[in-house]
């Protein structure tokens, strides 16, 4: 028997998921496969099983309407079934359909797309888009007829067998710091305001977003940790802040610090009554808790990191416009805050911590990500093992090992 969030009885076949909504589900007679669909009020979703069951019974199919196109359905899914996505994934999802997707299948009805017209978009890009982007688009495409699959809206879906083909970006393209350059960069960066985010960055893994968003009450000086359940951003276009959940429900996470971790964040609490405090920070920004669907707040006055000029949180680009200048005095490479937590990840993986143990402190979904970006071996690396190598195949053999060889 399903249950509703408190617990109460619902009828076999239906459950309220934590985002609120009720799922109703059955076994096909006919397919044998779990069919499964999602409302928001509870009398719906025992009215479509009841129907689709007795539809099933007696060998009835659904007959999808023509007039629904995939533009209409992309509406309705995008407003109404993937609100508890992450903002910016609902962003990519608007802006890869609005630019590659609707000027090739928008006006056709949802019933009548094919495998050929899902090819059709993603060839399209491919003079013009980078591998990564095509891939966001496939991502975007795909999981909104998966949606549409799932809500019997048709009867199969259209990207079954359709691939992209232009490779996404390979990982030695990803940017991190050699140990030299991550020395030269601290070095030149401790003269700077916002040096203890930059370092805490490389002790920590932490998404730019999570740092911003970080507050008082998530710093654990007794345990040594910090807890990771919000993040905040400047929306641009808007002229606002805006809190939201971790990017996923495994970027919920508590991360142990670093001695030199702990040491920053001493030294930024003890100024926290003394620094400059814009009226920006009398806020309280509310945001769903994807993990409970409740809502969550943070308040803008215990956000550990503010701009020491403006009293504000400093903005995500602000960040990266201040890393190019540092990089241009240091004499390396520019690059951007996500190469940070790049770094801290490359550093990990070097100095033996076990890949599944980076899962867990940076936050992925799966450990396939953490090993097809960080698992890679850098110029450093090579040299230290050929070396490892070296020392122990003459210990073997009795070799003593003379400088210089």
Same mark, same amino acid.
């Not at 195949?393 to 400088?403: A, E, H, P, R």
């Given at each position: 028997m399903g249950k509703d969030l408190k617990g109460k009885e619902l009828g076999a076949g239906i459950v309220q998921r934590k985002d609120k909504r009720y799922v109703a589900r059955y076994i096909s007679k006919v397919s044998g496969k779990r069919v499964e669909k999602y409302f928001y009020k509870v009398n719906e979703a025992k009215k479509w099983l009841a129907e689709a069951k007795y539809e099933d019974e007696h060998n009835k199919k659904c007959i999808v309407s023509t007039q629904m196109t995939v533009d209409n359905w992309f509406d309705y899914?995008?407003?109404?079934?993937?609100?508890?996505?992450?903002?910016?994934?609902?962003?990519?999802?608007?802006?890869?359909?609005?630019?590659?997707?609707?000027?090739?299948?928008?006006?056709?009805?949802?019933?009548?797309?094919?495998?050929?017209?899902?090819?059709?978009?993603?060839?399209?890009?491919?003079?013009?888009?980078?591998?990564?982007?095509?891939?966001?688009?496939?991502?975007?495409?795909?999981?909104?007829?998966?949606?549409?699959?799932?809500?019997?809206?048709i009867p199969k879906h259209p990207m079954d067998?359709?691939?992209?083909?232009?490779?996404?970006?390979?990982?030695?393209?990803?940017?991190?710091?050699?140990?030299?350059?991550?020395?030269?960069?601290?070095?030149?960066?401790?003269r700077s305001h916002n040096y203890n985010q930059y370092a805490l960055i490389l002790e920590t893994g932490l998404r730019t977003g999570e740092l911003i968003?970080?507050?008082?009450?998530?710093?654990?000086?007794?345990?040594?940790?910090?807890?990771?359940?919000?993040?905040?951003?400047?929306?641009?276009?808007?002229?606002?802040?805006?809190?939201?959940?971790?990017?996923?429900?495994?970027?919920?996470?508590?991360?142990?610090?670093?001695?030199?971790?702990?040491?920053?964040?001493?030294?930024?609490?003890?100024?926290?009554?003394?620094?400059?405090? %814009?009226?920006?920070?009398?806020?309280? =920004?509310? &945001?769903?808790?994807? /993990? +409970? *669907? !409740?809502? %969550?707040?943070?308040?803008?006055?215990? =956000?550990? &990191?503010?701009?020491? /000029? +403006? *009293? !504000?949180?400093?903005?995500?680009?602000?960040?990266?416009?201040?890393?190019?200048?540092?990089c241009d005095e240091a004499t390396i490479k520019r690059f951007c805050m996500h190469a940070l937590r790049h770094t801290y990840a490359t550093r990990a993986i070097e100095k033996g911590m076990q890949p599944k143990v980076l899962q867990k402190l940076l936050g992925h979904n799966s450990l396939q990500t953490t090993m097809d970006r960080y698992v890679h071996v850098t110029d450093d690396s090579l040299r230290k093992g050929v070396q490892q190598f070296e020392r122990n195949?003459?210990?073997?053999?009795?070799?003593?090992?003379?400088?210089g060889q």
């Open positions: 899914w995008i407003n109404n079934i993937v609100g508890d996505l992450a903002p910016n994934t609902i962003r990519n999802y608007k802006e890869r359909y609005f630019f590659n997707i609707q000027p090739v299948i928008g006006k056709l009805p949802i019933a009548e797309v094919k495998p050929l017209h899902c090819k059709m978009v993603l060839n399209k890009m491919d003079a013009d888009y980078a591998g990564s982007t095509i891939r966001q688009t496939f991502i975007a495409m795909g999981t909104m007829f998966k949606s549409a699959l799932m809500n019997d809206l067998g359709v691939r992209y083909t232009k490779p996404v970006r390979a990982v030695n393209d990803i940017k991190f710091l050699t140990v030299e350059e991550q020395e030269t960069f601290l070095e030149t960066a401790r968003g970080l507050t008082w009450d998530s710093v654990n000086f007794e345990k040594r940790t910090i807890t990771i359940n919000k993040t905040l951003e400047y929306r641009h276009k808007q002229g606002y802040w805006r809190a939201g959940p971790p990017k996923t429900p495994s970027s919920y996470r508590t991360i142990p610090l670093t001695n030199r971790a702990y040491e920053i964040l001493q030294s930024v609490y003890a100024t926290k009554d003394t620094r400059k405090q %814009s009226p920006a920070l009398n806020q309280v =920004l509310e &945001f769903m808790d994807r /993990r +409970t *669907g !409740e809502k %969550s707040s943070l308040v803008m006055k215990d =956000l550990v &990191f503010i701009n020491w /000029r +403006t *009293g !504000e949180p400093a903005k995500n680009s602000s960040y990266d416009t201040h890393l190019y200048k540092l195949n003459q210990d073997q053999n009795g070799v003593k090992l003379v400088s």
